[in-house]
């Protein structure tokens, strides 16, 4: 990890639910202590609503997050690169840390679905904190 501020990018397809829920996360949790990107392979015209409302249950507001191209630049300037189904789409460069979270996606499911998600995405976003800011 970097000497200074650790960074997190969190990227999956469409960037509109479970990388936006986790950028959130990660920037509510952290308190300004580590610096929190997220993008997508094939960004969305906008966050999904559902995780909006999920992310809203928790005093965590993402409205005005708008989904974002993945960049190598945005790669190349993180210390982890968490993907969430991007697949190949996601550049690699040696001494990053890379992690693939299996999360189910929540495009075109309701609050209902996209709970457990939310749920799940958090416990991970906590672990790799701790991990980040030692």
């Known amino acids: 990890m970097s000497e200074t501020k650790p960074s997190v990018i969190f990227v999956c397809v469409h960037n509109a639910g479970r990388s ?3 950028a959130g996360y990660m920037t509510h949790l952290s308190e300004g202590r580590v610096e929190v ?3 997508g392979s094939m960004p969305a015209d906008q ?3 559902a ?3 999920a992310m809203l249950e928790e005093g965590i507001d993402i409205r005005a997050a708008q989904p974002k191209i993945l960049r190598p630049e945005d790669v190349q300037a993180s210390d ?3 993907t969430m189904g991007c697949g190949d789409a996601c550049p690699y460069y040696p001494g990053k840390r890379y ?3 299996k999360l189910e996606d929540p495009a075109g499911q309701g609050v209902d679905a996209v709970r457990p998600i939310r749920d799940d995405i958090r416990a991970r976003v906590e672990a790799l904190l ?3 800011v030692k």
Do not use: K, T
């Open 20 to 22: 936006q829920m986790a």
């Open 37 to 39: 990107r997220s993008a």
């Open 47 to 49: 966050i999904n609503p």
């Open 51 to 53: 995780a909006v409302e």
């Open 80 to 82: 982890a690169v968490i």
């Open 99 to 101: 992690e693939d979270w």
């Open 130 to 132: 701790a991990d980040l």
